[in-house]
């Protein structure tokens, strides 16, 4: 069974200032982890995926993400907060065929 | 390169009203999911298709909803009858192999239903 816990429902940051945003996962697989935001009414899109290689993963628009096996951490960062930043995120565990998705962090960005 | 297209986008009906919803993928996209976001979660998937078969269907509620991909193209989602629990976002996503091969799903704008 796999799971993900997103320890923040909400985060509120000022633009500027650096994003962390954190998620916890357990898997009884070697696992692939992704992080998607969500802008309002638009769909999700992805930002980076942990597929087994370079534990820091790249993402877009500046965001990346460190895979550390020994905390089961998959956190989210950004150095500089941008007002369009302002979206919900969704940590996302894949093991097999089945995505299970994380609950959310919603983050507002202040000017 | 054409997203994933759904339709309607939003929808309001009774409880025990009938409703669909209709998905198409990105071209060659050989997998298609459904996932329902109830409000303040994170989506959960119904139903996965690849091609025109069903490779995962443990989570759909069979009693009220059904999906069918008939030509391995769109697909559709039914409920019938409707609860209110059923309000939330229905996400369709596609990828481009078969389940399991590590494709990035793409997901369409979802259908937003409310349910009175």
């Known amino acids: 069974a796999q799971s993900v816990t997103q320890l923040d429902s909400h985060v509120s940051v000022s633009e500027g200032t650096p994003v962390l945003l954190r998620c916890n996962y357990s898997?009884?697989?070697?696992?692939?982890l992704f992080w998607y935001v969500q802008h309002p009414n638009k769909g999700l899109q992805l930002l980076l995926k942990?597929?087994?290689?370079?534990?820091l993963v790249k993402g877009i628009n500046g965001f990346e993400a460190e895979f550390k096996k020994s905390e089961t951490s998959f956190h989210l960062t950004k150095p500089s907060a941008h007002m369009s930043d302002a979206a919900e995120y969704f940590c996302?565990?894949?093991?097999?065929?089945?995505?299970?998705f994380g609950g959310g962090t919603r983050v507002l960005v202040k000017p | 390169e054409a997203g994933v297209a759904q339709s309607p986008r939003y929808k309001i009906i009774e409880k025990r009203q009938s409703v669909a919803f209709w998905c198409n993928p990105i071209?060659?996209?050989?997998?298609l999911y459904w996932y329902q976001q109830i409000l303040g979660q994170g989506p959960k998937l119904l139903i996965q298709?690849?091609?025109?078969?069903?490779?995962?269907d443990s989570q759909l509620p069979k009693d009220r909803f059904s999906a069918e991909r008939l030509k391995g193209v769109d697909s559709t989602l039914k409920i019938q009858p409707a609860k209110l629990e059923d309000s939330a976002v229905y996400l369709c996503?596609?990828?481009?192999?078969?389940?399991?091969?590590?494709?990035?799903?793409?997901f369409g704008p979802g259908t937003r239903l409310l349910v009175l």
């Open positions: 996302v565990v894949r093991a097999g065929n089945k995505l299970t």
């Open positions: 298709f690849q091609n025109n078969g069903v490779v995962d």
């Open positions: 071209s060659g996209h050989a997998t």
């Open positions: 996503a596609s990828s481009l192999g078969a389940p399991g091969q590590g494709e990035t799903q793409y």
């Open positions: 942990y597929t087994s290689a370079a534990t």
């Open positions: 898997s009884s697989y070697s696992p692939s």
